[in-house]
């Protein structure tokens, strides 16, 4: 069975461009979280859905930053425009709830790099 | 409002010898506790978890750890030290039965492990 899958897993772009990171949650999962990690910050949670819907977005740093969840097994978070502070990894995870969220399985991580 | 403190940043251990990585959390709610280990350039895989029932959980890998309310602490301790080991570790709090989403994670401890 595959875990979470995210792509790319590595994308360097230049200031001022969009950026989009993509996630594959596993099949049946009903939580889908978005989470990043520096070196400043550690791990943060950006975003997460439940049942496609999003929950809570608190953790978004900006207007720049948004996330989708068109279906049940496809996410994007996008950057637009990107800045050299949003380096930095990227994780997607998801849980099956059913009432009570567990535990999260986390994909190996985008890690993206803006000059 | 819950945290997490793991006290150390960095750990040194020697080949075999036992490893402990400390964590101490903050919850006004019974906590739902979890280690996490990343492997360098990897994502988070779950290593063990204390929800409720016994005090004292086992993980994969060797790992263990055990729920201290008294102490508010949920330490990491493995008996003998492999090198296969060296990772990151993170310790991660959510409230117990709560639907947040929310996954409030230390800033992680390095294991070094040398032969």
């Known amino acids: 069975d595959a875990g979470v899958i995210q792509s790319p897993r590595h994308e360097v772009t230049e200031m001022g461009q969009e950026v989009t990171l993509r996630c594959k949650p596993i099949?049946?999962?009903?939580?889908l979280f978005w989470y990043r990690q520096t070196m400043m910050r550690g791990l943060e949670l950006l975003i997460y859905?439940?049942?496609?819907?999003?929950?809570?977005d608190s953790g978004m740093p900006e207007d720049r930053f948004s996330a989708k969840m068109p279906n049940a097994s496809f996410s994007t978070l996008k950057i637009q425009p990107s800045e050299p502070r949003d380096s930095a990894v990227y994780f997607c995870a998801s849980a099956l709830g059913r009432g009570k969220i567990i535990y999260r399985f986390f994909g190996p991580g985008t890690r993206l790099t803006v000059l | 409002a819950q945290s997490v403190t793991q006290l150390g940043s960095h750990v040194s251990v020697s080949e075999g010898a036992l490893v402990l990585l400390r964590c101490n959390y903050s919850?006004?709610?019974?906590?739902?506790l979890f280690w996490y280990v990343q492997y360098p350039n990897q994502g988070l895989q779950l290593l063990l978890k204390y929800t409720t029932g016994a005090t004292l959980v086992k993980g994969i890998n060797g790992f263990e750890a055990e729920f201290k309310k008294s102490e508010t602490s949920f330490h990491l301790t493995k008996p003998s030290a492999h090198m296969s080991d060296a990772a990151e570790y993170f310790c991660a709090v959510s409230e117990g039965s709560s639907n947040t989403g929310k996954l409030i994670f230390g800033q992680g401890t390095t294991l070094q492990v040398k032969p």
């Open positions: 099949s049946g999962h009903d939580y």
């Open positions: 859905f439940n049942n496609n819907v999003p929950i809570d």
């Open positions: 919850s006004s709610v019974p906590p739902y």
